[in-house]
C-alpha cells in the first residue's frame, strides 16, 4: 500500500523566513496531494492541495510543488508569520475518486518572532 | 454551512463500556471518513463510506470498533467494548468526490 514520509519533523524560523516541509510517496498510482495545518487543539483544516496534472500551485504565501517522476512533493510557506506556528501534514492519495487519503506523520513549525 | 458536526466534543468512560460517536457530514457530500489521531501513531483512517456504503475498513483496529452509516446525513463509530488503548482524538470528515476533506471538531475520548 502507499506510505507517505515527511521531514523534518520539527521546523524553527525566524520570523519573515521561509519555510519548506517534503513528503515522499511510494505508490505511483497516487494523483492527489493535499496538505492539512493543524493547530494545537484543533481540527486539521485543509491549506492547499495538487493533482498530479500540474507540477506547481500557489496560494498567496503558500505554494506546492510535485515531481512526480521523483515522487516527492514540497510545501513552501514564505514571509512567516507566528500564526503559521502549528503542525503540518501531507497526504496522498493511492488511487482515483472515492478513495482515501495516507497521511505523513506531521512536521510541527515554530515561527520564532 | 455548518461544516462537518460531532458529537460528543468530549468524552470520559471506563473500560468496558461501549462507546459511541456521532457525525454528520456536510450536506451534498458523498464520502464520510473516520480517523483516530494519537501521538504515537498520528492520523489513521480507520474506516469510510462512499455514498453510504462502507469501501474500506481496513484500518479498523479490530472487532470492537463498528461504524455505519444508515443515511447521507448521519454516521456512528461504535467502540464496545472499550478499553484505556483507545483513548484518542476521533475525527469525522467529508468530501465531495473524496478529495478535499474537511474535517469535523473532533471527538476527545478517553477510557479510565
Known amino acids: 500500500g502507499e506510505n507517505v514520509e515527511q521531514h523534518p519533523s520539527t521546523l524553527s524560523v525566524q520570523e519573515g523566513d521561509s519555510a519548506v516541509i517534503k513528503c515522499t510517496y511510494s505508490?505511483?498510482?497516487?494523483?492527489?496531494f493535499p496538505w492539512y495545518k493543524q493547530e494545537l487543539g484543533k481540527r486539521p483544516q485543509l491549506i492547499i492541495d495538487?493533482?498530479?496534472?500540474?507540477g506547481e500551485k500557489k496560494d498567496q504565501r503558500i505554494a506546492v510543488t510535485l515531481n512526480k517522476t521523483a515522487k516527492h512533493f514540497s510545501l513552501h510557506i514564505t514571509e512567516t508569520q507566528p500564526e503559521d506556528s502549528a503542525v503540518y501534514f501531507c497526504a496522498a492519495s493511492p488511487r482515483e475518486y472515492g478513495n482515501k487519503l495516507v497521511f505523513g506523520a506531521g512536521t510541527i513549525l515554530r515561527v520564532k518572532s | 454551512d455548518a461544516g462537518v458536526i460531532q458529537s460528543p466534543r468530549h468524552e470520559v468512560t471506563e473500560m468496558g463500556q461501549e462507546v459511541t460517536l456521532r457525525c454528520k457530514p456536510i450536506?451534498?457530500?458523498?464520502?464520510l471518513f473516520w480517523y483516530r489521531q494519537t501521538m504515537m501513531r498520528g492520523l489513521e483512517l480507520l474506516i469510510y463510506?462512499?455514498?453510504?456504503?462502507?469501501?474500506?475498513d481496513s484500518g479498523m483496529p479490530e472487532d470492537r470498533f463498528s461504524a455505519k452509516m444508515p443515511n447521507a446525513s448521519f454516521s456512528t463509530l461504535k467502540i464496545q467494548p472499550s478499553e484505556p488503548r483507545d483513548s484518542a482524538v476521533y475525527f469525522c470528515?467529508?468530501?465531495?468526490?473524496?478529495?478535499?476533506?474537511?474535517f469535523g471538531p473532533g471527538t476527545r475520548l478517553t477510557v479510565t
Open positions: 463510506f462512499n455514498n453510504n456504503v462502507p469501501i474500506d
Open positions: 470528515a467529508s468530501s465531495l468526490n473524496a478529495y478535499e476533506q474537511y
Open positions: 505508490d505511483s498510482a497516487s494523483n492527489y
Open positions: 495538487i493533482r498530479s496534472n500540474v
Open positions: 450536506s451534498g457530500h458523498n464520502s
